[in-house]
């Protein structure tokens, strides 16, 4: 093949990947994974449901453990980086590559500042004795035992989801500074801000289950 | 299959069987995003592991034959009802005709080059593959394999000493696999119709597949979470279920049918779509009341996901929410019947071909039938309580998950396998296999219902000797069902080495897409995209013929 038809092949290549794309699509696939997701953390929001109606006192009492500032703390974190990830693809829109390439590092320092939080929360409770299978939380009436259950159960999947949005959009960073997210294709980095906004609006229910019930 | 119509390179007219892409051989196979691949490639896995199934459902009869031990121990019984459980639901019926059919026609149906996300599609193969190892693991390791019975129900599945984490993970993983392929569809469904193709434009499989997808992708989640629950509390100690810990077994029980009550309709509603595919082609007739056999797939999606606690009647509810899960229990019968209903009356007057696809079409509608009636006799709460635990559910599941999505699979098999690999199969002994497999079928199951209205109880590995004919009689059907079975696959597989060549694009006569291209079909499907403008069952001479019959 010569030189010059390769090319051409590359360009009608090119073309027909312009053609077959579709934002829409894409973006339809993305709502429906996320759709799936809130179904996972829909079938730990019942479990919560029916236990907290079986053990009200119990639940009031296990949550006067938490650290309401530490929670109100990471509630802010989660939210703001909800909106650099919002302004971070409003940015490539505009076609500023260099502010989007800061807001999408900001988001991901947002996600590490919330884990270390949760880091120093958990380990606060660990030495507190309130672990699964510890024989101070044994000793406690069944219904703490369950909102200790349900806390790391639910704040942990959580968690594991900041992780993973973290390490999507450190991606979308790598694909951004590569020039692979352009102002005119940006539905990947569209698509991984939809998955930090799950992550943030799951923790938003699960701020006041955990840190505000009375 | 070299010599087949390879005459050019760039994927429009060379089959997809001989393409050679970026990788050769094997891997042209397991790297490969063409979906028709894919399909290939779960069928392979799927119809493997419907033969391990089938092979622990030989020993277990085999067991039964005798009211005490006969071949295995006790515990070995337990594992092999739950491996066959776990197997035949999770492994096989859940995604066999979505993950092989619907893959590999689906696109082709709707004209469109491949699915949605090819890539995912491909990532859901391999997501099946390692629920299978994790499956095979959890049989060879230490501690023995699952004994919990496929339902995993709460304290057993926290004390079990047996590889409960390994299973659980497994169908947890297969979840996702079946949450991937769900969305794939839908979005392939949504946004890639060729032009010209509305909603009811539509092949009535696409419709069944478009239901199923939404349940895949709204339960789904719930047994994941729930599973992955239990296996938290395993390892970690964390107090969910266990009721030592302050949980609720029954919640357990809740979350595990919100799942696998509409997993049910997950795994009937594609056969249904197959059996609408056919039931046109081999009467040349339009199909009656196709709105009807759509919208009453999406009627099954909607109350099929709100009748769960149906399986719980026994468990201890309040008497107004069985009375509610009774009366729905009830109502989604009429979906089903209003399908079964139009397929006999698409039949009526229409010039039949008594070809093996319809054979196992028309034994489909009549075992599911057989099935779906008795389902409706444990929806009334007080014949439940009395049947619940006896061989009567054994009887009535079978019927309808082997009797309806097993023959509904094998009915697609005989239908479109000519189509996939262009070669047909010896129609005779296909016709053979048919028989001996519905009557092996019959004499296996029908005496459940028998024993079960007697009160022999499910899971139980001894019995009383009063059962004991009717427990050889079904033992010795099954044994003429693998007969059968062996007649129908060796049938198939020998057709695949040297059966007839099939070249015509139109090998039954059918009208939608996948008809009207080459067979085996090219690379991209369509070397353009059709245009629709008619409706995918447009049988015009035989339609006013039979206008004419009836002036």
């Given at each position: ?11 009608v290549?090119h073309i ?26 829909g ?13 009200q ?5 296990a949550s ?16 703001t980086?909800?909106l650099t990830?919002?302004l971070?693809i409003?940015?490539m829109?505009r ?8 807001l999408q590092?900001?988001t ?8 270390i939080?949760?880091v ?17 939380l ?5 219904g ?5 259950g349900?806390?790391?159960s639910m704040?942990g ?9 973290m390490?999507?959009?450190?991606f979308m ?17 569209e698509a ?17 289950l ?5 | ?7 050019s ?10 393409y050679?892409?970026k ?10 995003t ?11 896995a799927?119809l493997?592991?419907f033969?391990v ?27 092999f009802?739950?491996?066959h ?6 492994f096989?019926?859940i ?6 059919f ?6 082709i ?8 996300f ?7 193969w391999?997501?099946y593959?390692?629920?299978v ?7 060879v390791l ?12 709460i304290p057993y599945s926290?004390?079990?000493g047996?590889?409960m984490v390994?299973?659980l ?18 979005t392939t469904?949504?946004?890639?119709r ?12 696409s419709?069944a597949?478009?239901a ?20 938290v509390?395993?390892v970690?100690?964390v107090?969910?279920?266990d009721?030592?810990?302050?949980g609720?077994?029954?919640l ?10 509409p997993?049910?309709y997950?795994i009937?509603?594609p056969?249904?779509?197959v059996?609408?595919e056919i039931?046109p082609v ?6 009656f ?15 099929g996901?709100?009748v769960?606690?149906?399986?719980m009647f026994?468990a201890?509810m ?8 009774s ?11 209003i399908?079964?209903?139009n ?8 010039s039949?071909k008594l ?12 075992l599911?039938s ?12 007080n014949?439940?309580i009395y ?9 009535h ?9 097993g023959f509904?699979l094998?009915?697609a ?10 070669r ?13 497999t519905?009557i ?8 459940f219902?028998?024993?079960g ?8 590995y001894?019995?009383l000797p009063?059962?004991q004919?009717?427990h ?6 099954s ?5 059968g079975?062996?007649i129908?696959f060796?049938?198939?597989l ?17 009208e ?6 080459a ?23 035989n ?6 019959e009836?002036k």
């Open positions: 093949m010569s030189t010059s038809e390769s090319v051409q092949a590359v360009a290549e027909e990947e312009h053609v077959n794309r579709d934002d829409i699509r894409s973006r339809m696939g993305m709502w429906l994974f996320l759709f799936s997701e809130l179904l996972l953390f079938g730990l929001f019942i479990m919560y449901s029916v236990y907290r109606y079986l053990h006192t119990d639940f009031s009492i006067k453990e938490m650290n309401t500032y530490l929670g109100t703390l990471n509630t802010v974190i989660l939210l980086s909800s990830m919002a971070a409003n940015a829109q076609g500023k590559k260099g502010l989007s390439i800061f590092a900001f991901i320092l947002c996600g590490a500042a919330f884990m939080n949760k120093i929360e958990w380990s606060h409770e660990f030495a507190e004795g309130n672990y699964p299978g510890s024989a101070i044994a000793a406690k009436p069944k703490q035992i369950l909102y200790f349900l806390y790391y704040v999947l959580h968690g594991l989801h900041v992780l993973v949005g390490t999507v959009i450190a960073l790598v694909f951004t500074i590569r020039g692979k997210i352009t102002p005119d294709n940006y539905v990947k980095l991984a801000g939809l998955y930090w906004h799950l992550v943030d609006i799951i923790w938003i229910f699960l701020f006041p955990f840190y505000l019930i009375t | 299959m070299a010599e087949t119509i390879a005459t390179h760039n994927g429009h007219d060379v089959s997809y069987l001989d050679q892409g990788h050769k051989g094997i891997l042209g196979w397991v790297l490969s063409d979906h028709k691949r894919i399909g290939i490639l779960y069928m392979i799927i493997s592991f033969m199934g089938v092979t622990l459902g030989v020993l277990m009869r085999l067991e039964l034959l005798t009211p005490q031990g006969t071949i295995v121990g006790p515990q070995a019984y337990n594992e009802f739950t491996v459980g776990i197997i035949m639901i999770f096989v019926v995604p066999v005709i979505p993950a092989v619907g893959n590999f026609f689906l696109p149906m709707l004209g469109a080059k491949d699915v949605a090819p890539r995912l599609n491909l990532l859901s391999y997501l593959i390692i629920g190892a994790l499956i095979l693991l959890s049989l230490p501690g023995g394999a699952a004994d919990t019975g496929w339902t995993f129900y926290v004390r079990t047996t590889n390994f299973t993970t497994a169908v947890f993983i297969l979840g996702f696999s079946s949450i991937i392929t769900g969305l794939n569809f839908l469904i949504h946004r890639m060729a032009p010209g193709m509305g909603w009811f434009k539509m092949p009535l499989f419709w597949l478009y199923t997808s939404w349940i895949q992708v709204i339960v789904t989640p719930i047994i994941g979470i729930t599973l992955l629950m239990v296996v509390e395993r970690f100690h107090g969910i279920f009721p030592t810990l302050g609720d077994p029954v357990f029980q809740h979350m595990f049918w919100m799942y696998s009550h997993a049910v997950i009937i509603l056969a249904m779509g059996i609408s039931i081999f009467s040349q007739r339009t199909i009341g196709y709105k009807f056999i759509a919208y009453s797939s999406i009627g099954i999606a909607v109350f996901s709100l769960w606690a149906h399986h026994a201890g309040a008497n107004s929410a069985e009375f509610i899960f009366l729905l229990t009830f109502l989604v019968a009429i979906p089903s019947a399908k079964v209903f397929w006999t009356a698409t039949l009526y007057k229409g039949i070809e093996p696809p319809l054979l196992y079409a028309l034994a489909f509608i009549f599911f057989i099935g779906g009636l008795t389902g409706i006799i444990q929806g009334a709460l014949v439940d049947i619940t635990h006896t061989y009567f559910i054994v009887g599941i079978h019927y309808v998950v082997f009797g309806g999505t509904g094998f009915a098999l005989h239908y479109w396998l000519p189509k996939m690999f262009g047909m199969y010896n129609k005779k002994v296909a016709k053979v296999g048919f028989w001996v519905f092996g079928f019959n004499i296996l199951y029908f005496p219902f028998i024993l209205w007697l009160g022999m109880p499910r899971r139980s001894h019995y009063e059962y004919v009717y050889v009689i079904s033992t010795i059907g044994w003429i069902l693998v007969i079975l062996l129908m060796l049938n198939l020998l057709s695949l080495i040297n059966g007839k060549k099939v070249t015509e694009a139109n090998i039954w006569g059918g939608t897409l996948e008809w009207t291209v067979t085996p079909p090219p690379v991209e499907n369509f070397e353009e995209i059709p245009q629709m403008i008619e409706g995918p069952y447009e049988y015009k001479q339609e006013l013929a039979v206008e004419e009836v």
